[in-house]
């Protein structure tokens, strides 16, 4: 089926996620943006980037709006596709995926009340950083983090916004976890994002609990060749704490 009405295919977060949230809180924006659910019945990243790229050449898009693991497929995308190149919008890129998972353990470490979690985090993060197996202390690192099923709070900067999530998460779709555990295997192992001199507009919420130091992710993107904007008082979601989507398309 031809899209050529929509503008843009978005690209969602995950591996194993869904767009059920823009599909709510944007769903002004339907006639311009396809907000897909990625087919989760995949078993490695590179079939996964192939399924999305048979959905953009069929579409008729104009480009990729891409949300945190969106964006390494957004760029994947853009690899395949023979011709003019689609307009990439990346939102929260994640550069390095372990790296971003230790930056949000180092956040919840210190924010955290309790001395039990402070310490499973802090023990989490020296695997990681003793030199061993990344894959395995990663693994680790993702289940200590995600044995707070409230750590997710993390990724709101504005309290209003964390409310309306949480008032309408009990609608949204889980986390499909084996889609999840294979494809970022895969990817960590075997891929790497990069630009690779492709234009991208970059935008990030400065209040990003998956990066470090957020200069250092602004001076990456911009030596890379992108256009980079940060979203103040915006966490993982600056699509979803500001009005990124009309900047993006305006009236048109």
Avoid at 9 to 30: C, I, M, T, V
Avoid at 47 to 61: I, M, Q, S, T
Avoid at 154 to 161: E, G, M, N, Y
């Amino acid at each position: 089926m031809n899209h050529s009405s929509l503008r843009y295919l978005f690209l969602h977060f995950g591996p194993g996620g869904n767009a059920d949230l823009e599909r709510k809180w944007l769903s002004g924006y339907n006639s311009k943006v396809d907000f897909w659910d990625q087919p989760k019945d995949v078993s490695s990243f590179s079939e996964l980037v192939h399924r999305c790229a048979e959905r953009y050449r069929v579409g008729g898009y104009h480009g990729i709006i891409a949300h945190s693991f969106g964006c390494d497929l957004a760029l994947k995308i853009a690899d395949l596709l023979s011709g003019s190149q689609p307009k990439l919008i990346l939102i929260s890129p994640l550069r390095d995926v372990p790296k971003a998972f230790v930056s949000l353990a180092q956040h919840l470490a210190d924010e955290t009340v309790s001395q039990e979690r402070t310490h499973q985090l802090r023990l989490a993060l020296e695997s990681v950083q003793s030199g061993g197996s990344r894959l395995d202390a990663f693994t680790q690192l993702a289940k200590v983090i995600g044995a707070d099923p409230l750590y997710y709070r993390r990724f709101w900067a504005q309290p209003q916004k964390l409310k309306a999530f949480e008032t309408v998460a009990v609608e949204l779709t889980p986390l499909d976890v084996k889609c999840w555990q294979t494809i970022l295997v895969d990817l960590i192992l075997n891929y790497q994002m990069a630009l690779n001199g492709k234009k991208a507009q970059v935008y990030m919420g400065a209040k990003d609990p998956y990066y470090g130091l957020i200069r250092d992710e602004e001076t990456y993107w911009k030596s890379s060749g992108a256009d980079v904007s940060l979203i103040e008082n915006a966490g993982h979601y600056p699509h979803l704490e500001s009005d990124l989507f009309g900047q993006i398309l305006g009236d048109s």
